[in-house]
């Protein structure tokens, strides 16, 4: 069993930035790919972005590229996604998941664990 536990989110304006956590526990964290979604009133959990074990590969949704950064620390079994130029479409509650093989994916089932989201609203 895997437990992700996220933290940093709030109440942000357009434009600023915010730097959410994500401290995982329960298997050997380095072994697996990360990833962040997110999910918005009304709308689907989408892919936000991901990387792999050792954080050499990464992908990010186009929506967030160039503004979105995901990194990990796998000393302190924990992945970041730092996010710049924040806009009011960027509020959702955001999740952290970690994945089922070394390598990051886009899809849902390319998770296996979840945790319990953490709420980010920007506004205008």
């Known amino acids: 069993q895997v437990q992700l536990v996220e933290s940093g989110g709030g109440l942000v304006q357009a434009g600023d930035s915010l730097r959410l956590s994500c401290a995982a526990s329960g298997r050997t964290f380095s072994r697996y790919g990360m990833g962040w979604f997110r999910q918005a009133p009304g709308k689907e959990r989408e892919f936000v972005a991901g990387?792999?074990?050792?954080?050499?590969?990464?992908g990010y949704a186009d929506s967030v590229k160039g503004r979105f950064t995901i990194s990990r620390d796998n000393a302190k079994n924990a992945v970041y996604l730092l996010m710049n130029s924040l806009k009011p479409e960027d509020t959702a509650v955001y999740y952290c998941?970690?994945?089922?093989?070394?390598?990051?994916?886009?899809?849902?089932?390319?998770?296996?664990?979840w945790g319990q989201g953490t709420q980010v609203t920007v506004s205008s």
């Open positions: 990387l792999s074990w050792s954080g050499a590969s990464t």
């Open positions: 998941a970690a994945g089922r093989t070394t390598a990051w994916g886009r899809r849902r089932y390319d998770y296996e664990y």
